[in-house]
């Protein structure tokens, strides 16, 4: 195959390239770019010829060390973060100012005719790559969130709210603090899921999760455990005070105006049980109690506050 066969073939790679390529000379300018660089920049070579690769990608360029995007730091391994071998994640400058994210292989060819160096760079745009990977990322998050996460009320779920309670067994363990865990149930709850509905008990649930909140410090915890049951963690609180909490929560339940259609309200009261959190309990255990005081509340006529010991 004759030299310039040769040559022919290799010009028609380089411009039907779904790569963009650039090839610059050892002063780090743009002799030749290829119709993918084109449309990829949106710039015309005559407007990129004898321009350095810093053009292109001004981000490598370090001002506090006046230190240009060299082609021969795109060769070698020193300084510069790289994904394999010498592939790396820039991005690209284009003629409308968008940076596009791109990998770029560098490498030095055969000499010109007249023996100065020319390097080669190949550029692949990742946009879509960056994209599904940022998917995926978003996804895994959201799994994430969700696995710890009540999907109706969005309050902590009942995994969570374990952790919660583990944690704050070993915050009472190590600081001798007061802290006290309570659960909380909607009374009559199957009552008026079978009456109204359980689109109507579902609004309950979220309303009443929003008073929750709203009555709690930012430090206080409070998940959903259950279908109409929630659990509260207040930390660095005593039995007395957690008692002036539980029923300011209890009271704002009672006082609001579940609405339904219309001009109908619905009332809905809850009961609840607390107990003192002990260093030395398992969270099972201390939940336990706190369902036990919960159950005497229920008993006693509903819409009301017990501690254990009852």
């Not at 020193?78 to 991005?91: C, M, V």
């Amino acid at each position: 195959m004759s030299e310039f066969l040769v040559a022919d073939i290799s010009q028609k790679i380089v411009e039907h390239s779904i790569d963009a390529i650039i090839v610059l000379d050892s002063d780090n300018k743009i002799n030749l770019v290829n119709p993918a660089l084109e449309e990829l920049s949106g710039f015309h070579f005559d407007e990129l010829k004898d321009k350095s690769l810093d053009y292109l990608f001004p981000k490598e360029v370090d001002p506090n060390k006046n230190k240009t995007a060299q082609i021969t730091n795109y060769i070698t391994s020193e300084d510069a973060p790289y994904i394999t071998g010498h592939l790396r994640e820039l991005e690209l400058n284009t003629k409308l100012g968008v940076a596009i994210p791109v990998e770029i292989r560098a490498f030095e060819i055969s000499p010109a005719s007249d023996g100065t160096k020319l390097f080669a760079t190949f550029i692949r745009d990742i946009r879509d790559r960056k994209r599904l990977e940022d998917q995926r990322t978003l996804l895994i998050n959201s799994l994430k969130r969700l696995a710890y996460m009540d999907e109706l009320t969005l309050l902590p779920n009942r995994r969570s709210f374990y952790d919660s309670v583990q944690k704050t067994i070993a915050t009472v363990k190590r600081r001798s603090r007061d802290s006290v865990l309570a659960v909380m149930d909607i009374d009559l709850f199957k009552t008026i899921n079978d009456t109204y509905g359980h689109d109507i008990g579902d609004m309950v649930l979220k309303a009443i999760s929003k008073i929750f909140t709203d009555c709690l410090r930012e430090e206080d915890t409070i998940g959903r455990i259950g279908g109409e049951e929630f659990g509260c963690i207040l930390p660095d609180t005593d039995v007395e005070c957690a008692a002036l909490v539980l029923e300011r929560i209890r009271e704002s339940v009672k006082a609001h105006r579940f609405f339904i259609f219309d001009n109908f309200y619905l009332n809905v009261t809850i009961s609840m049980g607390y107990t003192k959190v002990h260093s030395e309990q398992q969270a099972e255990e201390i939940i336990k109690f706190a369902d036990i005081a919960l159950y005497q509340a229920k008993n006693s006529g509903r819409d009301r506050i017990q501690v254990y010991p009852v």
